[in-house]
């Protein structure tokens, strides 16, 4: 079964542009993190925000955790095209992966 | 900055031939996943090692795969026989406990003809 589970599958946006997207889960979670996948390449952690949090910033990313809804999203400001990239949400119990957000940046 | 080391980066293979990875996870990490991933998919955990024991071992086919980390460092995953619908990217992540970020390799593309 699948603990995290990302939406839209499929995003294409101008290069500035801000992304969203988002991601819902099933279970109680201590914490919530997304990663980033480059085609072809293994998974590169983005960010992790617990369960008690609401909100946290890293450089352009924005990432809010709602455990009432069991939903989070991602949001990547001024998008560069270097930002075209699959990306994942996984929550820590079991660390299954959804299939992903395939982001397009275009220049 | 250390990473997790995998190897072959490619294998190619015959169906009922018998294939093997290997995974080194970060120095020190005690937790250690194994991952498929078809093309267009998100990655399918089929192995979680705490140290040399297996937590979840739930998603993999036992009959042809096995998974070992016997001294609760690196780790192997053997396919026998790997069949058509094996072909797919391998992947190993690790991280310092259970629960904390993970840290991926830069996978097996196996191709089985």
């Known amino acids: 079964s699948q603990q995290g589970e990302e939406d839209p599958q499929a995003l294409s946006i101008q290069e500035g542009e801000n992304a969203t997207m988002n991601c819902s889960y099933k279970?109680?979670?201590?914490?919530l993190q997304w990663y980033r996948q480059n085609s072809g390449r293994g998974l590169v952690h983005l960010i992790l925000?617990?369960?008690?949090?609401r909100e946290k910033h890293s450089g352009r990313l924005r990432v809010t955790l709602d455990t009432s809804k069991k939903s989070s999203s991602l949001l990547i400001t001024a998008s560069r095209a270097a930002d075209t990239a699959s990306y994942f949400c996984?929550?820590?119990?079991?660390?299954?992966f959804g299939t992903g957000t395939s982001l397009t940046v275009i220049p | 900055e250390a990473e997790v080391a995998q190897s072959p980066r490619y294998k190619i293979t015959e169906k009922s031939q018998a294939v093997a990875f290997w995974c080194d996870p970060i120095?020190?990490?005690?937790?250690l996943y194994w991952y498929r991933q078809i093309l267009g998919q998100g990655p399918e955990l089929l192995v979680q090692?705490?140290?040399?024991?297996?937590?979840?071992d739930s998603q993999l086919p036992k009959d042809r795969f096995s998974a070992e980390r016997l001294k609760g460092v690196d780790s192997t995953l053997k396919i026998q026989p790997a069949e058509l619908g094996d072909s797919a990217m391998y992947l190993c992540?690790?991280?310092?406990?259970?629960?904390?970020?993970?840290?991926f390799g830069s996978g097996t593309q196996l191709s089985v003809l």
């Open positions: 120095s020190g990490h005690a937790t």
């Open positions: 279970t109680s979670i201590n914490n």
């Open positions: 992540a690790s991280s310092l406990r259970q629960n904390e970020k993970l840290f």
């Open positions: 925000i617990r369960s008690n949090e």
């Open positions: 090692f705490q140290d040399e024991s297996v937590v979840d």
């Open positions: 996984a929550t820590d119990y079991q660390f299954y």
